[in-house]
């Protein structure tokens, strides 16, 4: 099977943003009087932040709405992550060796649209990606497919030639489910590691510390690309 286009998750696989995202929904939820900890946010990692607001009301019935705890969210997360959001190193490399052989690539995220073309832009990032799309553009998040089909469509790719890049169990289901081949470089590395793991392609099975660009770029080259 050929690969033409490469699909990148954002948080978590190209930036370590995870824990700015866990210290925003922190001093969110400390508004509230609830103390929100880090394995309470690891059952949100992956899916859009809309999603989470969502579940977070319903579960501990907040006098606010959605809308106002994303935008809160919001504020709180881009004072953080313009101060410190670090791209991971390898990551960075591969996107390079990827653009160097005219291979497009796209951003595909949960993220909220406002934020995510902020940072983008803060970063850097912009002069790499072909197409930057947020899970706000389609209206429905990862694990649905759509966010991915979109990015697809975006740079004129066919699904069942697209790899995609993830660190998320929610993210490689959101990528199985678009027919798409997939790199799979889990964020949280804890054993056992989620069954949908082993469902990729590829499986940096320790994720940042194991993953290397010439190893993915190799990957890419000898097993799939194709002419």
Same mark, same amino acid.
């Given at each position: 099977m050929r690969i033409d286009s490469? %699909?990148?998750d954002f948080d978590g696989t190209v930036v370590d943003s995870e824990p700015n995202y866990y210290e925003a929904d922190r001093l969110l939820m400390a508004e =509230?009087? %609830?103390?929100f900890t880090f394995d309470m946010k690891k059952e949100f990692i992956g899916r859009g932040n809309t999603t989470m607001m969502e579940e977070l009301n319903r579960r501990y019935n907040l006098p606010t709405t959605v809308?106002?705890?994303a935008k809160r969210k919001?504020?709180? =997360?881009?004072d953080i992550a313009l101060k410190n959001t670090p791209i991971y190193p390898e990551m960075m490399l591969f996107i390079k060796m990827l653009v160097r052989e005219g291979i497009p690539i796209a951003l595909a995220s949960g993220t909220s649209s406002s934020i995510l073309n902020r940072l983008v832009y803060h970063l850097g990032l912009n002069q790499y990606f072909d197409a930057v799309i947020s899970s706000d553009e389609v209206g429905k998040s990862k694990p649905e497919p759509d966010i991915f089909l979109e990015a697809a469509k975006k740079i004129h790719s066919d699904p069942k030639n697209c790899l995609i890049v993830e660190d998320s169990a929610f993210g490689i289901e959101a990528g199985l489910r678009a027919g798409m081949q997939v790199m799979a470089v889990p964020y949280i590395t804890d054993e056992p590691l989620d069954e949908i793991f082993f469902k990729s392609d590829i499986l940096f099975r320790q994720g940042q510390s194991e993953f290397s660009a010439e190893k993915a770029m190799n990957w890419v080259n000898t097993r799939y690309l194709q002419e």
């Open positions: 490469v %699909i990148f =509230y009087g %609830i103390h809308e106002d705890m919001n504020q709180l =997360y881009l």
